[in-house]
């Protein structure tokens, strides 16, 4: 049974990091792409960043600069450093895993995690 578990969610003052790690199981990732997502109540889920088996990586505009993903095909992990928070930065962030490469499409994605709450205060 594919399992992916996201954690390291949390409330945090804006200006500050966090870390998000997603521990995989139940296969391995090693040669797809795997990728973070995140929404807010009311809103539809959406692309925040991913990594395709090369290392590539790929992230929305909302994000560029502040937020880095990396992966450790080793322990089968994945990781989001997420520095300069802002309110809007608020959501439960998916990990989700692909069987290609990285997509914006949610429907590329096969596999998804519970979800991790970050909350962002100003």
């Known amino acids: 049974q594919v399992q992916l578990v996201e954690s390291g969610g949390g409330k945090v003052q804006a200006g500050a990091s966090l870390s998000l790690s997603c521990a995989a199981s139940?296969?391995?990732?090693?040669?797809?792409?795997l990728g973070w997502w995140r929404q807010v109540p009311g809103k539809e889920r959406e692309f925040v960043g991913g990594?395709?088996?090369?290392?590539?990586?790929y992230y929305a505009d909302s994000v560029k600069g502040r937020f880095t993903i990396s992966r450790d095909n080793g322990r089968n992990t994945l990781y989001l450093q997420m520095l300069n928070l802002k309110p809007e930065d608020t959501a439960v962030y998916y990990c989700?895993?692909?069987?290609?490469?990285?997509?914006?499409?949610?429907?590329?994605?096969?596999?998804w995690g519970p979800g991790t709450q970050v909350t962002v205060s100003a």
């Open positions: 990594v395709n088996w090369r290392g590539d990586t």
């Open positions: 139940g296969r391995s990732f090693r040669n797809v792409a």
């Open positions: 989700a895993g692909g069987t290609g490469d990285v997509s914006t499409a949610r429907k590329a994605w096969t596999y």
